[in-house]
């Protein structure tokens, strides 16, 4: 074996080796995505989830269900003390984006409920279907929330994942 044959084995090997790197790689860059949309899936799933649950019970006790109906913010009463009016605490819900934080406010300040949240809108709906943007018409109320991974670098477009629902009130 001459050192010309050791020199081209080496270099062979060498490119063997670069080449299964470069699939080791991509393979966990896959991998980094495939996680990450999951994550910004369940985010956007749990928070939905939350927020459709406490939609659908606004108005418990006989009250007027929804308070404020804006695109960015919406505010729920409830009845809970039985008293005929939703005045003393954790009667009155605020959910808003603040920042990439959805935060539900209950009357002790407003706690994150879930992060890396990158958009929220609410859409209001009448008795027939028809959008209002009138609180005391509301009938149902459209969710759309977009959220991608915490700490998402520049290909968190990819990874984000947008859910929406539409949500009947019960107590109307």
């Given at each position: 074996?001459?050192?010309?044959?050791?020199?081209?084995?080496?270099?062979?090997?060498?490119?063997?080796?670069?080449?299964?790197?470069?699939?080791?790689v991509?393979g966990?860059?896959?991998?980094?995505a495939?996680?990450?949309?999951?994550?910004?899936?369940?985010?956007?799933?749990?928070?939905?989830?939350?927020?459709?649950r406490?939609?659908?019970?606004?108005?418990?006790g006989?009250?007027?269900?929804?308070?404020?109906?804006?695109?960015?913010?919406?505010?729920?009463?409830?009845?809970?003390?039985?008293?005929?009016a939703?005045?003393?605490?954790?009667?009155?819900?605020?959910?808003?984006?603040?920042?990439?934080t959805?935060?539900?406010?209950?009357?002790?300040?407003?706690?994150?409920?879930?992060?890396?949240?990158?958009?929220?809108?609410?859409?209001?709906?009448?008795a027939?279907?028809?959008?209002?943007?009138?609180?005391?018409?509301?009938?149902?109320?459209?969710?759309?929330?977009?959220?991608?991974?915490d700490?998402?670098?520049?290909?968190?477009?990819?990874?984000?994942?947008?859910?929406?629902?539409?949500?009947?009130?019960?107590?109307?």
């Amino acid at each position: 074996m001459s050192l010309a044959d050791l020199l081209a084995s080496v270099a062979v090997l060498g490119l063997l080796l670069a080449g299964m790197l470069g699939l080791l790689v991509e393979g966990q860059q896959a991998w980094s995505a495939g996680s990450a949309r999951v994550e910004a899936q369940r985010t956007a799933r749990a928070a939905l989830h939350r927020l459709a649950r406490e939609v659908r019970q606004a108005g418990r006790g006989g009250v007027d269900p929804v308070a404020v109906a804006e695109r960015a913010r919406l505010v729920l009463r409830f009845d809970v003390d039985g008293d005929g009016a939703a005045a003393g605490a954790g009667e009155r819900v605020t959910w808003q984006l603040a920042g990439r934080t959805l935060r539900r406010s209950a009357g002790g300040g407003a706690q994150p409920v879930a992060n890396g949240v990158r958009a929220l809108r609410f859409d209001y709906f009448d008795a027939a279907g028809r959008p209002t943007a009138v609180a005391a018409d509301v009938r149902a109320v459209g969710i759309t929330l977009t959220a991608e991974p915490d700490g998402a670098d520049g290909r968190a477009g990819r990874a984000a994942a947008t859910m929406s629902t539409l949500v009947r009130l019960r107590n109307r």
